[in-house]
C-alpha cells in the first residue's frame, strides 16, 4: 500500500498472519479461515457449501464487525483491557456476550446468554490455540504472530457462528416435518 503526501511517497506494509483450524464435531467440521493483518481480522467460517464471512476492523483495544451469510447475521464488538476481553454479539439467539480473563497461556471465563453462564477454557500454547465454550466440541487454531486477543476472539465468534448455523439447519428440517 502506499500512502501519497506531498510529492514523496511513504511505504507502509503490513504482515498479513492466517489463522486456521476447526471446531471438530463428530458429525461434522467446521472450518476457521480468517487473515490479520493488525488493522482487520476477516475470512471465512464453516464450510464451502454454508459459509459466513467474518469482517472485523480495529479500533486501538477494540474489534467492531459482523459476521454474515444466509444463516447467521451478527453484529460483534470485542474489547481487550490488560485482564479482560468482552465479546458482545447482536442478533445472536446463542450468546449474548462472553467475558475471557487473560492469563499467561491459559484463559477461562464464561459466555452469557440471559441469565444463564457458562464456562469457557482456552489454552494457548506456542502458535496453538486448543479449548471450548460450554465444555462443547473442541476448538484448535494455529497462527503465528497474532496477538492471543485476537486468537481468543476468533475462537468464540466461530463458536457462536457455528451454533448459529446449526439452530437455522434444525429449524429448516423442523419446518420440512411440519409439511
Request: aromatic fraction near 8%.
Amino acid at each position: 500500500m502506499q500512502l501519497l503526501l506531498g510529492t514523496n511517497p511513504i511505504r507502509t506494509s503490513r504482515t498479513v498472519e492466517r489463522i486456521k483450524g476447526a471446531i471438530h464435531d463428530p458429525l461434522a467440521r467446521y472450518d476457521i479461515a480468517l487473515r490479520w493483518d493488525g488493522q482487520q481480522l476477516e475470512g471465512r467460517l464453516g464450510g464451502w457449501w454454508f459459509a459466513e464471512n467474518l469482517k472485523l476492523e480495529r479500533r486501538v483495544h477494540s474489534l467492531l464487525g459482523t459476521v454474515l451469510s444466509n444463516a447467521v447475521r451478527l453484529a460483534i464488538s470485542a474489547q481487550v483491557s490488560s485482564n479482560q476481553l468482552e465479546i458482545r454479539f447482536s442478533g445472536s439467539r446463542y450468546i449474548e456476550r462472553a467475558v475471557v480473563y487473560l492469563g499467561s497461556d491459559k484463559f477461562s471465563g464464561q459466555v452469557f446468554q440471559g441469565d444463564q453462564a457458562h464456562p469457557l477454557e482456552f489454552r494457548i500454547i506456542g502458535n496453538q490455540l486448543t479449548g471450548s465454550v460450554f465444555g462443547g466440541q473442541p476448538i484448535k487454531l494455529e497462527a503465528g504472530q497474532v496477538p492471543d486477543w485476537i486468537l481468543l476472539t476468533a475462537a468464540i465468534i466461530a463458536d457462536a457462528s457455528s451454533r448459529e448455523v446449526s439452530k437455522a439447519l434444525l429449524e429448516s428440517l423442523d419446518s420440512f416435518g411440519e409439511r
